[in-house]
C-alpha cells in the first residue's frame, strides 16, 4: 500500500519555474515506479513524466522534455518533479502515481495522489 500527498503547486508566470513533491507512506515506495500524470480541464489526463524505482531511468513525454527533471530520493520516500520555462499549455492539476512497474498510461498505476493545480499565466 502507497499514500501519496503532492504538493508545491501554484500560480506562476509564464518562463518561470515550479517544483512539485510528492510525499508517500508506505514501505513500497523504495521499489515503486513512480510517476507525474497533469490533467487540463475538459481535457483527458496525460502522461508528463516517469522514474524507476532505483532512479536510474526517466522517461518524459515529448511536450515536456528539456524543460521538467523527475527524481526521487528513496530516504526520504519523496519524488520530485522540477518545471521550468513553463508555458500556459502547461496549466493542470498535476498528480503523482506509483506502480510496480514503469508505464505510461493512467490505468496501468495502482496508486494516486489528490493532486496539485498548476497554473501558468501569459
Known amino acids: 500500500q502507497v499514500q501519496l500527498v503532492e504538493s508545491g503547486g501554484g500560480l506562476v508566470q509564464a518562463g518561470g519555474s515550479l517544483r512539485l513533491s510528492c510525499a508517500a507512506s508506505?514501505?513500497?515506495?523504495?521499489?515503486?515506479?513512480m510517476a507525474w500524470f497533469r490533467q487540463a480541464p475538459g481535457k483527458e489526463r496525460e502522461f508528463a513524466a516517469a522514474?524507476?524505482?532505483?532512479?536510474?531511468?526517466?522517461y518524459y513525454a515529448g511536450s515536456v522534455k528539456g524543460r521538467f527533471t523527475i527524481s526521487r530520493d528513496n530516504a526520504r520516500n519523496t519524488v520530485y518533479l522540477q518545471m521550468n520555462s513553463l508555458k500556459p499549455e502547461d496549466t493542470a492539476v498535476y498528480y503523482c502515481?506509483?506502480?510496480?512497474?514503469?508505464?505510461?498510461?493512467?490505468?496501468?498505476?495502482?496508486?494516486w495522489g489528490q493532486g496539485t493545480q498548476v497554473t501558468v499565466s501569459s
Open positions: 508506505g514501505r513500497a515506495f523504495s521499489t515503486a515506479a
Open positions: 502515481a506509483a506502480a510496480t512497474y514503469t508505464r505510461f498510461i493512467p490505468s496501468e498505476y495502482d496508486y
Open positions: 522514474i524507476s524505482w532505483t532512479g536510474g531511468s526517466t
